[in-house]
């Protein structure tokens, strides 16, 4: 609740900026835009909820959690770009200038329950009722989304113009700001009582976020951008044992660096007629 708080006040801070981009005329679709890149993050404390039966209804408080960036994936499979906590973004832009634009924005963020914590638990726990401190271990109970908490997003974006290339006529660096959200599909992995499930993808939930930072570009039409993005995803029902279910919602804060390109959409436009002569 918290961190929900502080993304709301970021959101009144940024109000009078976003309701200036948000004024512009008819869309023109000038150009889309494509990025990839890899991200970082950490979450909030989260309330565990797990219901399987009637022998597990049980809720865990205060479970801390760690990302899994797996960087180090890249030696023993440097062709598989996809292991690493990864980021993409397909955009259109809204107009000639190419500071308005939406996006589709998706996160491969991976959430990972700390071991060997000692939290309250309390509830139904193997067919007991629980309500007391109670030392997880490695086994007992262990949640984690690592092939992805998987957000899917669509956000609007708007762009401010920094420095500019006078030789080329573009943009050398501008400020950009996402607002936006979507859903979430988490692959979760589970231990329950020493009992260990891999799950398959599930729609389970929302997300919603604000991201800011800026963009730097080398060359006209190929981009670096740096970004940090705070959120809000609620997982209501991720698979957990033996067709039971996983709620739990906190906050995150990521950083994102990508690399993107710039491609022009002049191609599709109609050739204007040539002129008839007698």
């Known amino acids: 609740m918290r961190s929900l708080l502080v993304l709301v006040a970021a959101l009144l801070f940024v109000n009078d900026t976003s309701a200036q981009f948000l004024k512009f005329k008819k869309p023109s679709f000038n150009g889309i835009y494509f990025q990839w890149g890899y991200n970082r993050d950490w979450y909030t404390k989260s309330d565990i909820h797990i219901q399987n039966g009637n022998n597990y209804d049980f809720t865990i408080y205060d479970v ?22 990864n980021s993409y973004r397909l955009g259109v832009y809204l107009n000639k200038e190419r500071t308005h634009a939406i996006e ?10 700390i071991d060997k914590q ?88 929302y997300v919603f976020s604000f991201e800011g930072g800026a963009r730097f570009y080398p060359l006209k039409n190929l981009f670096l951008e740096a970004t940090v993005k705070g959120g809000y995803a609620n997982y209501l029902n991720a698979l957990a044992l033996g067709g039971g279910r996983i709620s739990h919602d906190f906050g995150f804060v990521e950083i994102i660096g990508l690399v993107g390109y710039d491609m022009s959409l002049n191609f599709l436009r109609k050739k204007p007629a040539a002129p008839v002569t007698d």
């Open 64 to 85: 801390r959690a760690l990302d899994k960036p797996d960087f180090s994936s890249f030696k023993n499979t440097p062709l598989d770009i996809t292991i690493p906590q």
């Open 118 to 205: 000692t939290l309250r638990m309390k509830g139904m726990f193997d067919g007991k009722y629980v309500d007391d401190d109670v030392f997880l271990g490695n086994y007992l109970v262990h949640v984690e989304h690592t092939n992805g908490a998987n957000f899917y997003q669509l956000n609007y974006v708007g762009q401010t113009e920094l420095l500019h290339n006078k030789k080329k006529n573009s943009p050398r660096a501008t400020a950009i700001w996402k607002l936006g959200g979507g859903v979430v599909i988490p692959k979760s992995f589970i231990i329950l009582d020493y009992q260990k499930l891999d799950n398959k993808f599930k729609l389970s939930g």
């Open 104 to 113: 589709i924005n998706y996160d491969h963020a991976k959430w990972v329950q």
